[in-house]
Every structure is written in C-alpha cells, then in structure tokens.
Nanobody, 113 residues
Framework: QVRLVEPGGGLVQPGGSLRLSCAAS????????MNWYRQAPGKEREWVAE????????RYTESVRGRFWISRDNTNNTVLLQMHNLNVEDTAVYYC??????WGQGTQVTVSS
C-alpha cells in the first residue's frame, strides 16, 4: 500500500524559509520520480516541482524557480522541498505526489506577517 506522509508545514513570515518533507512507503522509492504540488485557496491544484528517481535532475514551475529546491534521500525514502524567500502567493496546501496516482494528505503552508 502506497503511503505518502507530509509532516511539517506551518506559518512563516514573508521572506522566510521553510522545509517540507514527505516520507514514502509501500513502493520501490528509487524507481519513481517524485513531485510536489500545491493548492492555494480558491485555486486549482498546481504542479510545483519534480525530481528524477536518482535525484540527478529536477524541474520547477516558473513561479518558484530559484527559490524552491526539491531533493530526495533514497536511503530513507524521503523527498524534500526547501523553500526560500517565501511570499504570500506561496500560501497553499502542499502535496507530495507519486506518478502512479498517489497523493499525500497535504500540509498547510501559510506566509503572513
């Protein structure tokens, strides 16, 4: 059974940083690309970032490029999203996603002064 668990999230001031993590289980982690999505209030869920199975390549949506960094630890079956220079438009529920169609439960990130 695939499980994606995202602890973390929280409240951060504009310009601040936050790191999200996603603990994966129930599948061969290092065989799959992993993604982060987010959904802001009143908006559709949008793709944020993806990392290749070996962690060698990553890509980002334009609005976060240069501020967010996705990484993975294939030993501990974890994918991370390090977020810097956060702004209020980054406020959303962030989801870990497995391309086989599995979602984490989501974690709230709120950027506010």
């Amino acid at each position: 059974q695939v499980r994606l668990v995202e602890p973390g999230g929280g409240l951060v001031q504009p310009g601040g940083s936050l790191r999200l993590s996603c603990a994966a289980s129930g599948f061969t982690f290092n065989n799959w690309p992993m993604n982060w999505y987010r959904q802001a209030p009143g908006k559709e869920r949008e793709w944020v970032a993806e990392i290749t199975p070996d962690g060698g390549r990553a890509r980002y949506t334009e609005s976060v490029r240069g501020r967010f960094w996705i990484s993975r630890d294939n030993t501990n079956n974890t994918v991370l999203l390090q977020m810097h220079n956060l702004n209020v438009e980054d406020t959303a529920v962030y989801y870990c996603y497995h391309r086989g169609g599995y979602w984490g439960q989501g974690t709230q990130v709120t950027v506010s002064s």
